[in-house]
């Protein structure tokens, strides 16, 4: 898989679902997964400097397979990150606010009585 055969995620097109599964994938086969999911740690600098740096450079380099495969109004948005794991979330609630997604929620929230804004 190549990450340039991956959709551009966009908002208005509401495509984040297949998007975010080609991109995990990619990023999985490629052993960037685990920054996205959270599962890396990063290493402590004062005691593995090294490890801290490749953690750091890995970091960024999924960060900017983030922002290539998106529309310029999400690397607008993802400008501000520098932990993947912080973005990849941040997309997915950024995405949850629009389309059928938020129209689900928001009827599930009113079926408990919640206020949604």
């Not at 990619?26 to 090294?50: E, M």
């Not at 953690?55 to 501000?80: H, K």
Request: glycine share 6%; net charge positive.
């Amino acid at each position: 898989m190549d990450l340039e055969k991956i959709e551009v995620l966009d908002r208005s097109q509401n495509n984040r679902g297949l998007w975010s599964d080609k991109m995990q994938n990619y990023l999985l086969l490629k052993h960037g997964g685990g920054y996205i999911l959270g599962v890396i740690p990063r290493p402590n600098p004062s005691v593995d400097p090294s490890s801290a740096a490749h953690w750091n450079l890995n970091n960024l380099c999924i960060i900017a397979a983030l922002r290539t495969r998106s529309s310029p109004e999400e690397q607008e948005f993802l400008r501000t990150y520098s932990n993947a794991y912080l973005a990849w979330d941040a997309l997915k609630s950024r995405h949850e606010k629009v389309g059928p997604i938020a129209q689900k929620l928001t009827i599930h929230a009113k079926n408990e009585g919640k206020v949604v804004r």
